[in-house]
Antibody, heavy 121, light 107 residues
Framework: EVQLLESGGGLVQPGGSLRLSCAAS????????MTWVRQAPGKGLEWVSV????????YYADSVKGRFTISRDNSKNTLYLQMNSLRVEDTAVYYC??????????????WGQGTLVTVSS | DIQMTQSPSSLSASVGDRVTITCRAS??????LAWFQQKPGKAPKSLIY???SLQSGVPSKFSGSGSGTDFTLTISSLQPEDFATYYC?????????FGQGTKVEIK
């Protein structure tokens, strides 16, 4: 059974930093794309970032580019999101999700339960 | 960026009703379209990928269709557990983008 367990959320002041983790189990972690998606309170879903199975390719939403860094440790089956220069508008539940890839594209098939990040003074 | 527009934004329906939600992309995305269901306070759940393929374990009352720019999600007979918010998402190109969501409520 695929399980994704996020941690690291909390309250941080504007301009601060936070690192989210996502512990994965139930599948061969290194073989799959992983992604972060966030949801501001009462709002819709917003894609944040994605990383290839090897970690060699990453993509970011413009709203977080240059401030957030996605990474993974395949020896620990763990995905990370380093968030720097946090803004009030980064307040959201952050979901870790697993990707299922065809030859040319990848789509989310499993989601974690989410971790809440609150940016406030 | 590709914009995804869902309609309606909300709808009221009764148990047993057939419900259809539409999603339109601002440019062609082939069939690289997914649908997700989210209940209040819960993580999203993946329903459909490649516009019409059901994710593992998803009941056949859910179906998807379309290609290019116009897509639909249909629930054949609405049940109490189906009242939720539904999102479409394109994964043809980065940045991945979601529709604004369609909230399905009980009439």
């Amino acid at each position: 059974e695929v399980q994704l367990l996020e941690s690291g959320g909390g309250l941080v002041q504007p301009g601060g930093s936070l690192r989210l983790s996502c512990a994965a189990s139930g599948f061969t972690f290194s073989s799959y794309v992983m992604t972060w998606v966030r949801q501001a309170p009462g709002k819709g879903l917003e894609w944040v970032s994605v990383i290839s199975g090897s970690g060699g390719s990453t993509y970011y939403a413009d709203s977080v580019k240059g401030r957030f860094t996605i990474s993974r440790d395949n020896s620990k089956n763990t995905l990370y999101l380093q968030m720097n220069s946090l803004r009030v508008e980064d307040t959201a539940v952050y979901y870790c999700a697993k990707g299922l890839c065809s030859s040319t594209r990848c789509v989310v098939d499993y989601w974690g339960q989410g971790t809440l990040v609150t940016v406030s003074s | 960026d590709i914009q995804m527009t869902q309609s309606p934004s909300s709808l009221s329906a009764s148990v047993g009703d057939r419900v259809t939600i539409t999603c339109r992309a601002s440019q062609g995305i082939g069939n690289y379209l997914a649908w997700f269901q989210q209940k209040p306070g819960k993580a999203p759940k993946s329903l459909i990928y490649a516009a019409s393929s059901l994710q593992s374990g998803v009941p056949s009352k859910f179906s998807g269709s379309g290609s290019g720019t116009d897509f639909t999600l249909t629930i054949s007979s609405l049940q109490p557990e189906d009242f939720a918010t539904y999102y479409c998402q394109q994964y043809n190109s980065y940045p991945w983008t979601f529709g604004q969501g369609t909230k399905v409520e009980i009439k």
